[in-house]
């Protein structure tokens, strides 16, 4: 009888580790599933900030148009400037306009057509906070 009581102490004794080791595999699980949670939560606020960069330089590139439309057909202005926007969303945002005009005449009437360039800038070039759009109008004085 004593034999086999002293064989089940050694049983015991054998399997000591084996909690040991199925605590150690849980943790690595689950500081995994931790680190992917961690990365997942960074790439989807990058994804972010590239919509919203990109949805300005947008609206930047837009005001551009809009600004060389109105100078082109309001005060027949059509050459190349440089904006530097300072308000809103559009802060930082450099926009290059230049405007081409070409001439036309219809039915007897001359009419111009300007075709307006855009490039709207932000950040330095190659770093991870550059935005840029480019955009093309073509807008006439014709009535």
Known sequence: ???????????????????LVSA???????????????RLGALQQQTVNANLRAAQAFHA?????????????????????????????????AVAVSCVQTSHVEA??????????VLAEAGSYGGPDYVSRRMRAKVTDAG
């Open 61 to 93: 590139a837009k005001s551009g148009i809009a600004w060389g439309a109105y100078r082109a057909v309001g005060a027949g202005w059509c050459g190349t400037t440089t904006l530097n926007l300072a308000e809103g969303g559009a802060n930082g945002f």
């Open 1 to 19: 009888m004593n034999r086999g009581i002293a064989m089940r102490v050694r049983a015991r004794q054998n399997q000591t580790g084996v909690s």
């Open 108 to 117: 007897g009437a001359a009419i111009n057509v300007y075709t307006i360039y």
């Open 24 to 38: 150690i595999f849980l943790i690595v699980v689950l500081a995994a599933i931790a680190a992917f949670s961690v």
